[in-house]
């Protein structure tokens, strides 16, 4: 590995009490993965020297990829894009895989309005991209009235930070566990959250979807969001870096949330 990120489920993995759990330790954490192949299989399609990314979970043997070396199964590589370095590369493989994967599962028909809650973060922040790329109108619901702007700027119609503002959406794509107000979704409206809450009964009566989705594995699709990042389609963003040496302030940080970006850790 070069670079590799903290997210959410990183954390909740090393937490006690929370669903996602170590099977085994010793345990190596960390999802995201941006480096370079040292060694391959012929028919891998994959030689020496390439720049890779992949998205990759602990696996049971307790091996995982916030290590130096990491041995990934060829087939969940794809191309890291060309116009950014490594550790940037590295944000891109969880969040962008699971934003899409959500916003498929909403297909969004045209003028539908989305509302994208936790836009500024990691996941959001890239459905916000996305779904401007695919021409549909999503707005933007963020912690803080200080991150309005950036999600505007990442390609939001609208962004708001007061929630009892903010008039029913055709469909929810919700990545903070904002499930506490009903109105926020029309009657006959679709949900999809990544969130870890129990959806509540009031929102499951009024949706004629609501569900939670968990990202899958999709090489080939990763490939095509690494060729949207170098035609600067999808904008990868940094918050702050750290080596793993210093992987117990990164977390620290990465918790205490307030990011724009990730929070990348490299070797
Ligand atoms: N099911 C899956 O397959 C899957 C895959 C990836 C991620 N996830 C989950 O999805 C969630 C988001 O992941 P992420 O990487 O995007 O995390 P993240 O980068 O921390 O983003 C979460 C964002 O939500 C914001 N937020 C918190 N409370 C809010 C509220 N009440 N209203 C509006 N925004 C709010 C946060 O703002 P502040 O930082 O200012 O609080 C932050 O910008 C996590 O729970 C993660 O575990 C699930």
């Known amino acids: 590995m070069i670079a590799s990120t903290i997210n959410p489920v990183d954390v909740k993995t090393r937490t006690p009490d ?52 990491a041995a990934i199964p060829a087939a969940v590589l794809a191309p890291a894009p060309e116009s950014v370095d490594l550790p940037t590369a590295a944000t891109l493989p969880l969040a962008a895989l699971t934003a899409d994967q959500a916003l498929q599962r909403l297909d969004l028909k045209d003028g539908e309005r989305l509302l994208i809650t936790g836009a500024a973060g990691g996941v959001g922040g890239m459905a916000v991209q996305l779904a401007a790329h695919a021409g549909i109108t999503a707005a933007g619901l963020v912690s803080r009235p200080k991150h309005e702007a950036a999600v505007l700027e990442l390609g939001a119609a609208s962004a708001h930070s007061n929630p009892t503002s903010v008039s029913a959406f055709d469909a929810i794509f919700d990545t903070a566990g904002v499930l506490d107000h009903p109105h926020l979704l029309r009657e006959g409206g679709r949900l999809v959250t990544v969130s870890d809450d129990t959806i509540p009964e009031t929102l499951e009566q009024r949706a004629v979807i609501a569900v939670h989705n968990y990202v899958q594995h999709d090489s080939q699709r990763l490939r095509e969001l690494s060729a949207l990042v170098d035609s600067s389609k999808l904008a990868l963003r940094v918050a702050e870096q750290y080596p793993l040496a210093r992987i117990e302030q990164a977390h620290r940080r990465a918790e205490a949330g307030g990011l724009l970006g990730k929070v990348v850790l490299t070797t």
């Open 18 to 69: 929370t669903p996602q759990q170590v099977g085994r330790f010793p345990t190596v954490l960390g999802w995201d993965l941006a480096g370079i192949v040292i060694t391959a299989p012929e028919d891998s399609g994959w030689s020496p020297g390439d720049r890779v990314i992949a998205m990759h979970p602990p696996q049971p043997d307790g091996s995982g990829n916030w290590q130096q070396y």
